[in-house]
């Protein structure tokens, strides 16, 4: 037994990959025994209180910049590969540039930008009156808006490999066939992209819901947010391992989502 377990962990990337994988699980393993362990008044406080509305919240957050971003994502890099206009390549290029900007960045800026008193409220109250107010950014549309405007790059990327690496014929013979562009990209192109789609999605959602700076700036309640205030302003760390383990949950049931969906959408084509 000792000589298969000296066999096994000689290598020295194996030890390290152990190592490595022991410290990874360590955070998780005693947030998961934190909650467990609680005591049953302290989850049913937190039910009865807060978890709905965060769980409501955190969901409605990643589900509408999910959207959003699809909808950038895929009809950007559908223009940059398809279509020929004046600064194409520049565009290429600067449509990722929002991922240089941390979340918690742009959201100072739109605080800055739409909030009281800023100045695009005082542009807009010169144009439809002093008393006219614009959304406040500090909100769920200004969290939807900062969060979808940060992490629409994640689809338009994969999105943009997969029309790159696409066999155009299947295009070509749809459009030989009297298919409209338009149709042709939604009967041909976005079916072949689902897969590089799915995975664009998932990125932006898992981001969305593991995101702190963003959410905390706009003071917009989610689980993330919850866990800081627990852990902060109340130093409840058990009622803060209860929240964390309800967010591994919902990262991983969106993880085995698009697994799912991404094995039900798998595509084989030939090039050349």
Known sequence: MMAILRRNFSSPLQIFSIVTATFLVLPLTYVTYLALSADAVVWGRLWATRIPE????????AASVAVITLVLGVSTAWLVTRVEFPGRRLWEGALVLPLAMPTYVLAYVYSYLLGFGGPVEHLWQLAAG???????????????????????PFVYLLSRSALLSMNVSFEEVARASGVSRLSTLWRVTLPLMRPSIAAGIALVILYVVSDFGAVSLLRYQTLTYAVFQQMTGRSDNTAASILSLLLVGLALIFLITERWFRQRSRFYQTTG
């Open 54 to 61: 965060l769980l409501f919240n955190t969901v409605s957050l």
């Open 130 to 152: 002093p008393q006219a107010r614009i959304f406040s950014p500090h909100s769920y549309s200004g969290a939807t808006l900062v969060m979808a405007l940060d992490t629409f």
